[in-house]
């Protein structure tokens, strides 16, 4: 049962809640389904896949060292992001097939315009926020 307690904090560490719109990329048969299915628990619906036109809250990237260029790939995935929008990237953890090293994603997420966050256990996966910069409000 410790790999079903864990799955009920997967959203919650995720920061992702009911209503949200969560766009899912990178889907393979090696992600991770527990994780997947608390997420589309708590928000109340299915992810939205890379054919979405919608404005995403979250986009969640399953990332793997073998899956190209990360910097395309993140620039490409901010365009349905929300204005105070997410990214998380998810990689396989360390001595795990296709592990990323951390530093790869903080380094590509500086040309996309985002700044990274401490990664996240999640599994057999790690999480890593990556945030938009925040723009001053406009004043009139």
Known sequence: MVAAADAQNYAQKLGISHNMVVQELGWDDD????????????????????????????????????????????LNVITPLAEDGVVWVLTPKTGQAGHVDPSEITESATPAGLTSTTPVSLGTWTGTKLTQPKTPSKQR
């Open 31 to 74: 992600t991770d389904d527990a994780l997947r299915a608390e997420v589309e628990e708590a928000i109340g619906s299915e992810l939205l896949d890379e054919d979405t036109d919608e404005v995403v809250d979250v986009v969640l990237l399953w990332w793997r060292d073998s899956d190209g260029d990360l910097v395309d790939e993140l």
